[in-house]
């Protein structure tokens, strides 16, 4: 059986924004250069559990590596040339959408409105931020279970 499972994103370029202080945020690549400016700014762009303790940041990002500025700002130029609003009607699989209630880079309205334009599709806002996957791995693993679960 096909299905989808969509977490911590938007339609793409036509979403709710971030607000602008976290978009500047975005907008260089310094916090992987700088694990020290990581620190500083990872409650701010991640939200969730990294608000209290931005110290986890390094332990939670220590898999990213760095490799360059030039593939960075394609992947934020590839953020501004895409959104799914007009198909997201046709998706016909089982759908989980999950966010972050504290997702500073992707608000949970985009959750909320991904999940009410695909048909059918199961939405779950976990008391989070950006990186919820890994920071509530227990409980997103709970959620992904009752969902594929359900499906049998």
Partial sequence: MIMAR???TSPGHLMIPAAPSV???MATPRRYREPGYMRTVAGDIYGGVLRDSPER???ILRHVHWSSDYGYYLQLLAAFGWTSLPWLAF???PTLVMIGRDDPL?????GRI???LIPDAR???VDDGHLFLITSARETARQISDFLGALR
């Fill in 57 to 59: 940041a390094r332990e």
């Fill in 6 to 8: 969509l977490a911590a």
């Fill in 23 to 25: 978009l500047l945020k």
């Fill in 114 to 116: 991904l999940a009410h």
């Fill in 123 to 125: 939405l779950v806002v």
């Fill in 106 to 110: 992707v608000p949970e309205a985009n």
């Fill in 91 to 93: 998706l016909r699989q």
